[in-house]
């Protein structure tokens, strides 16, 4: 039998498997000795125990197609980057920070705003235009109007879903009204564990329906700059790649380099000044944490 990884704790994995419910279980010990440990979102393979208790053992870790370290979560479809138009005031710069780390995960990308209803129309045009300009699919929402929910549901159906975002935006509304029965669903574990007690900090997945799945984690909300070479910076920012190869030096980053194609680019409106603007200071941040690394 078949199933996928929603919660892992205490040496106790829960996996869903459609149309049989959530069994508890043991992963052998043959997977210890590998060094080859279960994440949430694996897909594996179960011999059942105890049908009536739900109680079986992880026989096999099927492949995954990738894997996050923070969140530890494998088989990841996309991420949901969940900021709010207003109340707080989205702080593109800590956007653009996540963003680069979400570009280097290398797993596709939507850009959730939420509070749409609280915000000012030609303020939140602009801000979804900079993304949208950038490549990005930029989804503008109200989790009290309900709207936008519908493409929100939609984006996610038949995939695996991380959501990420700071505090403050909303990220606990919109999970509740993509699917409203997620009480419903975590109940069965909340039971096995006691009434969830110890289950605050570690990552599940939510089923919203077979197939669709959230993943609602901690520590998966702000980031700073991993470490990089400054130079690899700009590979991060979609709409600079664009013009790689059209400026005057090779290997130009688009900082104080004559003859640049992305500062020109910029000056045209081709890219946006709050973008670039960000850009440099993640630069000059990458290139201050250099210079103290070899002190």
């Known amino acids: 039998m078949t199933g996928i990884i929603i919660k892992g704790i205490a040496g106790f994995y829960y996996v869903a498997v459609e149309e049989s419910g959530i069994y508890e279980c043991k992963a052998k010990g043959l997977f210890r000795k590998n060094g080859c440990k279960p994440l949430v979102g ?20 099927l492949p995954r197609k990738n894997e996050l370290y923070r969140p530890a979560v494998a088989n990841v479809d996309q991420i949901i980057l969940i ?34 209803d609280l915000a000012d129309e030609a ?34 159906a038949g995939k695996t879903t991380v959501l990420a975002g700071p505090s403050g935006v909303g990220k606990s509304s919109v999970t509740n009204v993509i699917s409203p029965e997620i009480q419903m669903e975590t109940g069965e574990i909340s ?60 290997g130009c980053v688009h900082v104080n380099e004559p003859g640049c194609a992305v500062k020109e680019a910029v000056q045209k409106g081709e890219i946006f000044k709050e973008r670039y603007e960000s850009y440099v200071l993640l ?13």
């Not at 993304?131 to 309900?146: H, P």
């Not at 630069?283 to 002190?295: A, S």
């Open 191 to 250: 039971a096995k564990l006691k009434k969830g007690r110890h289950t605050t900090r570690h990552s599940q997945l939510i089923v919203v329906e077979p197939g669709t799945y959230i993943c609602d984690t901690p520590g998966f909300t702000s980031f700073s700059p991993e470490p990089m070479a400054k130079e690899n910076l700009r590979m991060f920012y979609p709409e600079m790649l664009r013009h790689e190869g059209e400026c005057r030096f090779s």
């Open 83 to 116: 900021m709010a138009f207003t109340d707080p005031e989205p702080n593109l710069v800590i956007m653009d920070r996540m963003l680069v780390q979400m570009e280097r995960l290398k797993v596709p990308v939507i850009i959730c705003f939420n509070k749409f």
């Open 42 to 61: 694996d897909m594996v393979s179960i011999k059942i125990l105890d049908e009536e208790n739900k109680e079986a053992n992880i026989e096999e870790l």
């Open 283 to 295: 630069f000059n941040e990458l290139k201050e944490q250099e210079k103290n690394r070899y002190r």
């Open 123 to 156: 303020r939140a045009e602009h801000i979804k235009s900079i993304y949208e300009s950038a490549g990005y699919r930029v989804i503008a929402c109200s989790t009290v109007k309900n709207h936008g929910i519908d493409e929100l549901r939609k984006a996610i």
